[in-house]
Structures are given as structure tokens and as C-alpha cells.
């Protein structure tokens, strides 16, 4: 929690919670705001979030979402809106346990920046040639940092938003 701390970031530590049918919340916090180069941003809808995956997130929010806003589209950011993180589930169609049933996955759905505009995934995938750009660059540097990222292109299931799971691996769609 020290590393996010350091990030600019608005978090609470959250205890550890075992909710039984194998998922669990640990070494987790709420995380409401994340720093940017020059101003913080909050951060919408977002639940529990393990440690790990809040510090990979809030550093890909600045140097990767906020520096791209300002480079692509002209203003920085203002807030990042998710479709949340923990949720006790399996992969749909599997048996296997989402990485959301460990707080190790968000979905981000859009970005308002300062200037008003509101930049959602599903709105302008394939909007103006900028909004595309910027997207697109973001998915990029997203698959940088998170071991899953999945968008637009992997399948329909998420053509509204960006999959980011923390974890080893490199799965970028």
C-alpha cells in the first residue's frame, strides 16, 4: 500500500474477506481517486480492488490514459468510469473462477475529460480518427502493464469496455 501511496491516489485499506464458493477479497482496497501528472481523477463505480492491481491500475491511468488524453485529444482527464471489479463469478461459459472473483480485474467503460467530452468504449470505438487513436492507444499501453486485457475485438461480450486483469501473462485482444 506503500507504492500506491506514493501514486497520488485515494484509497481505503480493506480487511481480508473469504465470501466462500472460492472467492475472496485480500490485501484489497477502495480506491476512489488516482493521481495524475497534474491533477488527481476519480475513478466511478470501482469496488474492491486487490493492492497489486490498484497500484498497476493507477499507473497506467496516469502515464498511460491521462498523457494520452492530453497528447491525442487535448485535455487531461477527469475521471475514469468502471463497471466495477469484485464480483464472485465464474468466466462466462467455463467453470473456471474470474479474476473478478478475487478483486483482480476491472472494466473500464469510458473517460470524461476536463474539457466535458466523454470518451466511452462502446461510443467511440470507431468514432473520429482522434477518439480511435486515443483508445486504441490506451488498449496498447494497457497490455503493457495488466496480464489480460480485453476489448472491443475480442469478442462481443466486451465490445462496451476494457477487460484489465493483474496477473503474469501477456493475453492482449
Avoid at 98 to 125: K, M, P, Q, T
Avoid at 137 to 148: D, L, M, P, Y
Amino acid at each position: 500500500m506503500t507504492q500506491l501511496g506514493q501514486t497520488g491516489s485515494r484509497f481505503a485499506a480493506l480487511p481480508d474477506k473469504f465470501y466462500g464458493a472460492g472467492c475472496s477479497t485480500l490485501n484489497s482496497v477502495k480506491l476512489d481517486g488516482v493521481g495524475g501528472d497534474t491533477a488527481q481523477f476519480s475513478v466511478t463505480n470501482l469496488g474492491v480492488v486487490a493492492c497489486p492491481l490498484a497500484n498497476t491500475f493507477a499507473g497506467w491511468a496516469r502515464y498511460g490514459v491521462d498523457r494520452a488524453a492530453r497528447q491525442i485529444l487535448g485535455s487531461p482527464l477527469a475521471r475514469i468510469e468502471t463497471m466495477g471489479s469484485y464480483s464472485c463469478r465464474n468466466v462466462a461459459g467455463t467453470g473456471r473462477m474470474s479474476a473478478h472473483s478475487r478483486a483482480e480485474a476491472i472494466d473500464v467503460a469510458g473517460f470524461v475529460l476536463a474539457d466535458g467530452r466523454r470518451i466511452s468504449v462502446l461510443g467511440n470505438w470507431n468514432a473520429s480518427a482522434e477518439e480511435r487513436e486515443f483508445l486504441r492507444t490506451i488498449h496498447q499501453s494497457a497490455c503493457k502493464r495488466f496480464g489480460t486485457v480485453l476489448g472491443p475485438e475480442y469478442n462481443a461480450a466486451h465490445r462496451d469496455h476494457f477487460h484489465l486483469e493483474y496477473g503474469g501473462g501477456s493475453f492482449c485482444r
